[in-house]
């Protein structure tokens, strides 16, 4: 869905996984926030330097940092 510049992404799990998993543990809320960036490669040099140990992300091509660094928020980038 398409909210003026930014687009939010709902989901349900349609079964057992993660998704299941995360709501079961946590209850309904925001997972992640994603970031569109120009440069993924300087986006991981930048993090990396100030200290941040990065994850894949849910998708092919998207890094994030580990939760467990950012008050179990799931910040995530692509391009």
Known sequence: M???????ELLEPTGDGPLADYLGRYGQ??????????????VEKH?????????PGDADGVLAINPAQNKNLLFEFTE
């Open 47 to 55: 993090l990396t330097a100030q200290g941040f140990d990065l994850i």
């Open 2 to 8: 398409q909210v003026g510049t930014t687009v939010w």
């Open 29 to 42: 809320r925001i997972r992640s926030t994603v970031f569109k960036a120009g440069n993924l490669t300087a």
